[in-house]
């Protein structure tokens, strides 16, 4: 299903913010070695994530799916210059892939990358986040936000991508066991009392949860 027209997309983009040469590179790089160059957040979306960030100002984030390393660099951008970024990815070669780009940053001393299941690695890291983005496989996204929460400071934020998943969260009944994982965990969120949200359809989706 297409959610957002091309041309209505192609515009968006025309009067964004263009990407600097390392988010270009690595664009261009996933886009062509890559088996599964769709799971990069892309310009509009990395550009909404920098200024989400930067309006923040964290000290700590946290990324739970790293991919190829786009997201984290856009996050990378508004964090504070004593700040940190913890990433997470499942995938070894992706993970060296990120850290490869990681390397050329200007923020590579603030990213930390860390290879495993995030189901582990987040309580092992037991830091206060300021926002989280979730981006990593669907059917783990209530578990990952139930993780994640506790240790998101009062007045934090958790940004959860793919919320509409590709449309077909929108059919009745919800098929497919990822779009099922995603609705469930929409419903999880907007019936937490903890939290305040808003769904924006971007791209595939994002939920903006706010911990109050």
């Given at each position: 299903?297409?959610?957002?027209?091309e041309?209505?997309?192609?515009?968006?983009?025309r009067?964004?913010?263009?990407?600097?040469?390392?988010?270009?590179?690595?664009?261009?790089?996933?886009?062509?070695d890559?088996?599964?160059?769709?799971?990069?957040?892309?310009?509009?979306?990395?550009?909404?994530?920098?200024?989400?960030?930067?309006?923040?100002?964290?000290q700590?984030?946290?990324e739970i799916?790293?991919?190829?390393?786009?997201?984290?660099?856009?996050?990378?951008?508004?964090?504070?210059?004593?700040?940190?970024?913890?990433?997470i990815?499942?995938?070894?070669?992706?993970?060296?892939?990120?850290?490869?780009?990681?390397?050329?940053?200007s923020?590579?001393?603030?990213?930390?990358?860390?290879?495993?299941?995030?189901?582990?690695?987040?309580e092992?890291?037991?830091?206060?986040?300021?926002?989280?983005?979730?981006?990593?496989?669907k059917?783990?996204?209530?578990?990952?936000?139930?993780?994640?929460?506790?240790?998101?400071?009062?007045?934090?934020?958790?940004?959860?991508?793919?919320?509409?998943?590709?449309?077909?969260?929108?059919?009745?009944?919800?098929?497919?066991?990822?779009?099922?994982?995603?609705h469930?965990?929409?419903?999880?969120?907007?019936?937490?009392?903890?939290?305040?949200?808003?769904?924006?359809?971007?791209?595939?989706?994002?939920?903006?949860?706010?911990?109050?």
């Amino acid at each position: 299903m297409e959610l957002i027209p091309e041309n209505v997309n192609a515009y968006a983009e025309r009067f964004t913010t263009q990407v600097d040469e390392l988010l270009a590179e690595i664009a261009s790089g996933t886009y062509r070695d890559h088996a599964e160059p769709h799971m990069l957040s892309g310009h509009l979306q990395g550009q909404l994530l920098t200024h989400i960030s930067r309006m923040i100002n964290p000290q700590r984030i946290l990324e739970i799916g790293t991919f190829t390393g786009y997201s984290a660099l856009c996050l990378a951008k508004g964090l504070r210059d004593e700040g940190l970024l913890h990433t997470i990815e499942i995938r070894e070669a992706d993970a060296e892939l990120a850290k490869g780009y990681f390397n050329k940053s200007s923020y590579r001393e603030q990213l930390i990358i860390h290879t495993g299941d995030a189901r582990e690695l987040i309580e092992k890291l037991n830091e206060q986040c300021d926002l989280v983005f979730i981006d990593a496989d669907k059917i783990n996204y209530v578990l990952y936000y139930e993780a994640v929460l506790p240790s998101v400071r009062k007045g934090g934020w958790i940004v959860a991508d793919n919320v509409l998943f590709h449309g077909t969260v929108l059919e009745e009944p919800v098929k497919g066991k990822n779009a099922r994982a995603v609705h469930e965990f929409n419903m999880h969120v907007s019936a937490d009392p903890r939290v305040e949200q808003v769904m924006l359809t971007v791209r595939d989706g994002l939920m903006l949860i706010y911990k109050k």
